[in-house]
């Protein structure tokens, strides 16, 4: 209250107004007493109370006003504690993290115009209880015990989140810095703990077992897959959409392709590269372009043994003691890396996002979470500013005149930050039109039944209109998500960063 008075004598001393672009009303009417005489107040008074002599239009709004603090709908003042997630910017209070939400409505604007990523589905739905604010207000109410009074297992939570891509622009585009997707990890992880989950979850959730399994025999696999009543079915069975295409398994892993590789050389700088689970199991080419690119810039690839999985499918899924301990075997393999002053690279932006920053969320007692998140770098980030001693010695190949459509992964916009990959492409020469918004498939989330017509409602929004106009001669898409979205509902193939530097790089060397 005192900050509101000495902001308004502030003003008035400044010869300026108090009065909004609508008015007063509550919020200002208590302070028009600094901006206007006794009887100009009278005044006020007096020519309502002639149109108005019951005092029914608008009471307490420029005449008669309550006091400033009247009124006010405060946060409840029980602490409730996180269960899933540290919620470190919130002291561990989901009662803090949901009420940060204070109903501006950044969610609700036009994504394409603005160029802001976040809310998704309600640039699908335009229902404002699929905007960020909308579940915001639901998960007050819900910690507050009004309207919502079955705790994280109530059905208006639950449909409330439903369609939440967890993509988490939010946490980076909402000024309150509203995180809706952490929101929903913890209300999976509450509703379903110790309880049968979706069929989806154990599906999408246990994602790099399946692919483990899967690799054994990918040829058996991806011929199973082409037959179109057992695909549908098997989608069903996994509590997937029919409609929705299964991603062909390549012939080898990336671990394979590098245990048989003829060894390099060594002697040089040592860089970590993680083979995270779509990297290895589904986009193995990518993890040999990445290799290639980081040897041309004069660096020894060195590839982490063992399961480094950041459990991501888990997170999504809120299965986060499976999370947890997939996480805790990770940082036991990066670790004695990051030790030796060696960096880690990610390539997977999801995945890599985890390392930076839901590892702290989950594990916020152990010291290595913060040593890994700074130890972690995007294939961007690390060759705009290599590590010494060849700092600086490394120029990209030549992308002059290349048209490159870049659709940015929400987790990389979000966590990571798109500017350095795109300060990279433009200094190599590339013209880059970038996609804002979201893909729509969002991992697990457009593969689930009763997600697909808003999967493709979102991609509707900016990826697919851009992929139709003008000819380009690049797609870009470092996330798998964002790959098969575009693959699935345009028939178009994109490049990760890694491809499109070594394809490059190798006709470079054929014209030398």
């Known amino acids: 209250m005192r900050f509101l008075e000495d902001a308004a004598d502030l003003v008035v001393l400044h010869g300026g107004s108090l009065s909004g672009e609508h008015g007063d009303g509550r919020a200002r009417s208590r302070l028009l007493e600094r901006m206007y005489s006794p009887d100009a107040l009278t005044a006020f008074a007096e020519v309502k109370a002639v149109f108005d002599p019951d005092g029914i239009l608008n009471p307490g709004i420029v005449v008669a006003p309550p006091p400033l603090d009247a009124g006010l709908r405060l946060p409840q003042a029980r602490h409730v504690p996180a269960r899933g997630l540290a919620l470190l910017a919130d002291g561990g209070d ?12 950044s969610c609700r604007a036009d994504g394409s115009a603005t160029g802001t990523v976040m809310c998704p589905s309600y640039q699908a739905t335009r229902d404002e209880r699929d905007s960020t604010r909308g579940r915001a ?15 994280w297992r109530s059905p208006e939570v639950a449909e409330s989140l439903d369609l939440c891509l967890s ?30 989950r979706p069929r989806s979850h154990y599906a999408f959730g246990a994602l790099p077992r399946w692919l483990r399994l899967a690799s054994v025999a990918p040829a058996l696999v991806n011929a199973l897959a082409r037959i179109g009543p057992l695909r549908r079915l098997s989608l069903r069975l996994a509590g997937a959409d029919p409609r929705r295409g299964v991603p062909a398994l390549p012939r080898t892993t990336f671990r394979s392709w590098w245990t048989h590789r003829p060894p390099v050389p060594a002697g040089r700088p040592r860089v970590a590269l993680w083979a995270d689970t779509f990297t290895d199991g589904l986009s193995p080419d ?70 930076r920053s839901d590892l702290r969320e989950l594990l916020p007692g152990d010291p290595r979470s913060a040593r890994i998140a700074a130890g972690t ?15 600086g ?5 030549a992308l002059d005149g290349t048209a490159i459509v870049a659709q940015p992964h929400c987790h990389h916009h979000a966590v990571l930050g798109w500017s350095t990959d795109a ?20 991992g697990n989330f457009g593969m689930e039944q009763g997600h697909y017509d808003v999967s493709v409602a979102v991609a509707e929004n900016a990826l697919l209109p851009a992929l139709r106009g003008a000819p380009t001669d690049v797609f870009l898409a470092d996330g798998f998500s964002c790959r098969t979205q575009a693959d699935q509902l345009a028939g178009r193939a994109g490049l990760h960063l890694a491809q499109l530097l070594a394809r490059r790089l190798a006709e470079e060397r054929r014209q030398s």
Request: hydrophobic share 45%; glycine share 10%; net charge negative.
């Open 286 to 355: 990518i993890g040999r372009a990445a290799v290639e690119v980081l040897e041309d810039a004069g660096y020894e690839v060195i590839v982490p043994a063992g399961e480094v999985c950041c459990g991501l499918t888990w997170i999504t899924t809120g299965q986060l003691d499976t999370a947890r301990r997939k996480l805790h075997a990770t940082m036991d393999a990066l670790e004695p890396l990051l030790a030796e002053g060696i960096p880690v690279i990610g390539l997977e932006p999801s995945c890599t996002a985890v390392l």
């Open 94 to 105: 989901v009662s803090r993290a949901v009420h940060r939400c204070v109903g501006v409505g």
């Open 393 to 397: 010695t490394w120029s990209s190949p």
């Open 423 to 442: 300060a990279l492409l433009a200094a190599a020469g590339a013209t880059v039109t970038t996609v804002a918004g979201c893909c729509g498939l969002a």
């Open 377 to 391: 770098f995007t294939l961007a980030e690390f060759l705009s500013a290599p590590r010494a001693p060849h700092a």
């Open 137 to 151: 207000r639901t998960l007050q109410e819900m910690v507050n015990g009004t309207l919502v009074r079955d705790g």
């Open 167 to 196: 993509c988490r622009a939010c946490s980076s585009d909402c000024p309150a810095g509203v995180d809706m997707a952490a929101y929903k990890t913890e209300m999976l992880y509450n509703r379903y703990r110790g309880r049968l």
